[in-house]
């Protein structure tokens, strides 16, 4: 096949991992990319924003399917300029990626849908912020109502830096206020071709910048799959999964198809497993990052054929994804300064002396090449991912693999997959 991968983090690079690792060869292209992505597709000028641009190379270059990786092409309608030219395209048009894109708008989908999410309440001004606080009680959550790479949302004891955070989204509208919810969280993707689903396997990512959980909301420290302690408390992965299908996946689906705007792509359900049962956090419309690292080196068939089963309505054809025993951990490695002000343009070293370990692989976040030198361009920087028969040897060879890396005040969690 001839496929287009939009999108420029760790993410992409392992899809594009995924497909080139299938028995079939593939011919890539990639927009814009990255400097480890260049190394297994070729990469195209191209603006992934513009979907007439990206419409115009597709038919150009007579591509099978475009696979949209990062949000923000989805919300600028990119899926729905090359669906309307009939070209097989993976990831949801602009008016189900609002599932995403607005919080409010996914708590709608969630109401009319019966999914159980926790309360939420919209707040316009600060005096309505501090009364939707002092409903919902501590500790208080509140959200921006937008796109904001993980980073527009506080969790806090402290009712004053809860207000601080508001008073700093207000000017841009109104904030969202929610319940706490108290448990432990599972990121669950699901392939949809707009009516039917198709569930991957359960990963856990780490949102905090610190071990231990601690210091600021990231796009994400880390992650691995699957989760051995999701059987105690469900009887197997399976059971959870099906689950999950039944109450949030499929009715979320059905519902979109019914309202006119059927989800086609990746249905991300954030979970969290609360005393009283599994309730979702967040939806995204894409493959979340760093999850994806550790979930499709565990898969068994081919991506690209369950990627284009989505994308043309077919998944019928297919029973379920199934994935390997073994297991992944992805380790990510941050610039100095990351989340609020990255140092970029430092030289990185040692990485195919890391990759020579073995299971282990990189998927390059923001990375370039400068003459000789390969350095850093943004926040997340590499992920570096461990496989092996279980999460101990995956988490012991990536975090081998990191201590080989050189990358000048380069912050990365030592409590990645470290479970009691
Ligand atoms: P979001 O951008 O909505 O995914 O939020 C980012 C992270 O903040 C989540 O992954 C959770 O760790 C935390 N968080 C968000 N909403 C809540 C909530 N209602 N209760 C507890 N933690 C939350
Ligand atoms: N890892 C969280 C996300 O992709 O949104």
């Known amino acids: 096949m001839r496929i287009l991968v939009l999108g420029s983090g760790a993410r992409e690079h392992a899809v594009i991992l995924a497909l080139r690792s299938e028995e079939v060869s593939h011919e890539i292209f990639a927009a814009p990319g990255n400097a480890g992505i260049a190394r297994d597709a070729e990469l195209v ?140 969280e599972v990121s669950l993707f699901f392939l949809s071709d707009g009516d039917r689903v198709l569930p991957l396997s359960p990963a856990q ?37 099906d689950l999950v299908s039944r109450e949030v996946a499929e009715p979320v689906v059905r519902h979109l198809d019914a309202a006119g705007t059927p989800f086609v792509g990746l249905l991300y359900a954030g979970l969290v497993l609360t005393a009283t049962g599994v309730k979702v956090i967040e939806f995204n419309a894409r493959f979340g990052d760093p999850e994806t690292q550790v979930v499709l080196p565990r898969l068994r068939e081919p991506l690209s054929g369950l990627l284009l089963a989505a994308a043309s309505g077919t998944l019928e054809d297919h029973a379920r994804a199934t994935f390997r025993d073994d297991a992944a951990v992805v380790v990510v490695l941050a610039s100095e300064g990351y989340p609020e002000r990255p140092v970029v343009g430092r030289p990185l070293r040692g990485l195919a002396d890391a990759e020579a370990i073995e299971g282990v692989h990189i998927a390059h976040a923001a990375t370039a090449t400068d003459g000789a030198d390969l350095v850093s361009t943004g926040g997340r920087v590499l992920g570096v991912v461990g496989t092996g028969a279980d999460l101990e040897e995956s988490r012991a060879r990536a975090y081998r693999a990191l201590e080989l890396i050189e990358l000048e005040g380069g912050q990365y969690r030592r409590d990645i997959a470290a479970l009691q």
């Open 45 to 184: 000028d191209l603006d992934p924003l513009d979907p007439v641009a990206v419409t115009e190379f597709a038919k150009e270059h007579a591509v099978d399917l475009v696979v949209i990786g990062p949000e923000a092409p989805l919300v600028a309608g990119v899926a729905d300029a090359v669906r309307e030219r009939g070209i097989p395209v993976f990831g949801p048009g602009k008016a189900a990626a609002r599932l995403e894109g607005s919080k409010a708008f996914a708590k709608h989908v969630m109401d009319a849908a019966g999914v159980p999410t926790g309360r939420a309440l919209h707040a316009a001004s600060l005096d309505a912020v501090a009364e939707a606080l002092d409903e919902l009680g501590a500790p208080y959550v509140v959200k921006a109502d937008g796109l904001a790479s993980g980073k527009g949302v506080i969790v806090t004891p402290d009712r004053e830096a809860a207000l601080a955070h508001a008073a700093a989204y207000l000017p841009n509208g109104p904030v969202l206020v929610e319940e706490f919810l108290d448990g432990p």
């Open 205 to 241: 990512d780490y949102k905090r910048l610190r071990d231990a959980d601690e210091g600021p909301n990231t796009g994400g420290m880390g992650a691995y799959s699957p989760l051995p302690w999701l059987a105690d408390r469900f009887g197997s992965e399976e059971a959870f999964v």
